[in-house]
């Protein structure tokens, strides 16, 4: 039996979800007999490129009106949609993008059609096309033999040469909005006769993440029971954890209640749910407050009681961790990140100048107070300073030369993460398996014995890393690195050149 996807595909093009914009002028073109010979359909994946492009293979062929094409019931339409229409041709470009291919292909698009129509060939993943193949695909795209008909469907336009793209009529497809998606799902349903939650089909059309295809799959397997769809029969199927506990997870959070949000996260992790699935599901559940927060829109009512800059932090916070799960995912590594979060909370807040709120402005850093004011005794007339007289054969007076201003105590606000985002790829690359440790004052990066190569590339690039850091804000730190076999070292205050090199050990 074919998937519910492959079922639920699209007979005619107002019958495509949210791409309008494209079947519109495919539509225009039809009618006024005006349909070019090479199109080339980009977008993510699952949202109807290949399946546009099928419609558009019926409606060159179809046998009804040409105001009603593509009909979809007769029987050129069917055989298209069953993939056996003689004169329509599909192929994976991933499994056939040599020159020699595209040569073979160059050989049959001379023949002419079986059926009367035109020959269509539609060429999925064009992006896979080896350049020496896509360039000998150019002729026939500019000058294709009569009746014939070039759809190219890719998700990475980008990768195509100019040449390919300046010959092909360009349409680009979106991505689905979670409405959109829920339409269908609904529709889906109710052909079914399959009764569901709303907040069921809106996690799946969230977490079809803007593609029907996943959506109609995702659903298939709920279907697959029987049963009514439940938010928590989708939440299994998808291997999320549930709602509930992850709102009861949020509230503790941002309440600073860590003896509940680790019980929380420790029962969670029991249960089997990944630590950065548990991390990335939670920062959601606070995005959604976040948002319901700032726009007012939320239909239920939230259980997070918290102000828009306390979850801006933790969200912050949650996101600077994420590097953290790249290098290990068990239950300290949710535990430590938890705990940062509820630490940002209770930071004092920093206004844009960034003095503490609440705390009287620190003095600036040659303020001194002003000396008492002398007792008061008998008035007496301030005596008029008397100007001084003109010579101009003396020299001028010496300007005594500024003080240097004053290294700050602590530079600004830092974060691995940041740093990371900031390095080059090749740096970045050698950076991500260490296990960093920064506070105001010291930054320690550590590698073990299964990251030496990195290490070693590290010290070679350790003048590009300082400077980074210094770039940064960093400039104050002392920072340690230690790896299999050597460290550098940088004492505070230290400039970016000047690091010390401990010996290796044998």
Not at 216 to 224: F, G, K, T, V, Y
Not at 308 to 326: I, K, M, N, Y
Request: one cysteine or more; charged letters at 25%.
């Amino acid at each position: 039996m074919p998937a519910i996807y492959q079922r639920a595909r699209p007979a005619r093009f107002d019958e495509v979800v949210g791409q309008d914009h494209v079947t519109s002028l495919l539509v225009a073109a039809l009618r006024r007999d005006a349909v070019g010979h090479a199109y080339l359909f980009s977008g993510p994946r699952g949202v109807g490129k290949t399946t546009s492009a099928r419609l558009l293979a019926m409606a060159v062929n179809c046998d009804a009106a040409a105001a009603e094409r593509p009909c979809g019931r007769c029987d050129s339409c069917r055989a298209v949609r069953d993939g056996g229409h003689p004169d329509v041709i599909e192929l994976d470009a991933a499994s056939n993008n040599s020159v020699d291919d595209v040569r073979a292909l160059r050989e049959q698009v001379r023949l002419a059609p079986l059926r009367g129509g035109r020959r269509v060939w539609i060429l999925d993943e064009a992006h896979m096309l080896s350049r020496a193949a896509a360039n000998a695909l150019l002729k026939t795209l500019e000058e294709p033999p009569p009746g014939l008909l070039f759809v190219l469907a890719t998700t990475e336009p980008e990768k195509l040469p100019a040449t390919v793209l300046s010959r092909c009529q360009h349409f680009r497809f979106r991505r689905l909005s979670d409405d959109e998606i829920r339409g269908k799902l609904e529709r889906l349903l109710a052909a079914a006769d399959t009764p569901a939650e709303g907040t069921a089909l809106d996690l799946l059309a969230r977490a079809a993440d803007g593609a029907m295809r996943d959506a109609e799959s995702m659903l298939e397997r709920l279907l697959a029971s029987g049963e009514p769809l439940t938010l928590a029969a989708a939440e299994a199927a998808l291997g999320l954890p549930p709602k509930e506990r992850l709102e009861q997870l949020a509230s503790a959070l941002v309440a600073g209640d860590l003896g509940s949000l680790l019980a929380g996260a420790a029962a969670l992790y029991a249960d089997g749910f990944a630590p950065r699935t548990l991390a990335e599901q939670l920062g959601r559940t606070l995005r959604d407050a976040l948002v319901a927060l700032v726009t007012g829109r939320s239909t239920e009512p939230s259980t997070i009681d918290a102000d828009e800059d306390s979850l801006v932090r933790v969200l912050h916070t949650l996101d600077d961790a994420q590097e953290r799960f790249v290098r290990r995912g068990d239950l300290y590594a949710l535990e430590v990140t938890l705990i940062r979060a509820v630490a940002a909370l209770r930071l004092p807040h920093t206004d844009e100048a960034g003095s503490r709120a609440g705390a009287p402005a620190a003095l600036a850093p040659d303020a001194r107070p002003s000396p008492p004011a002398p007792a008061a005794g008998p008035a007496t007339e301030p005596s008029t300073p008397q100007a001084p007289v003109f010579d101009p054969n003396s020299r001028p007076p010496r300007v005594p030369a500024a003080a240097p201003a004053a290294r700050p105590a602590t530079g600004p606000k830092l974060s691995w993460h940041t740093l990371l985002a900031r390095a080059g790829p090749q740096l970045k690359a050698f950076l991500l398996p260490a296990e960093a440790t920064l506070d105001h004052e010291r930054l320690d990066v550590r590698y073990d014995a299964r990251h030496t190569f990195h290490f070693g590339q590290l010290q070679r690039r350790e003048q590009e890393f300082l400077e980074l850091l210094d770039a940064l804000g960093g400039s104050h730190l002392s920072v340690r690195v230690e790896g299999p076999g050597g460290r550098l070292q940088r004492e505070r205050g230290a400039p970016s050149g000047e690091t010390r090199a401990a010996p290796k050990k044998a």
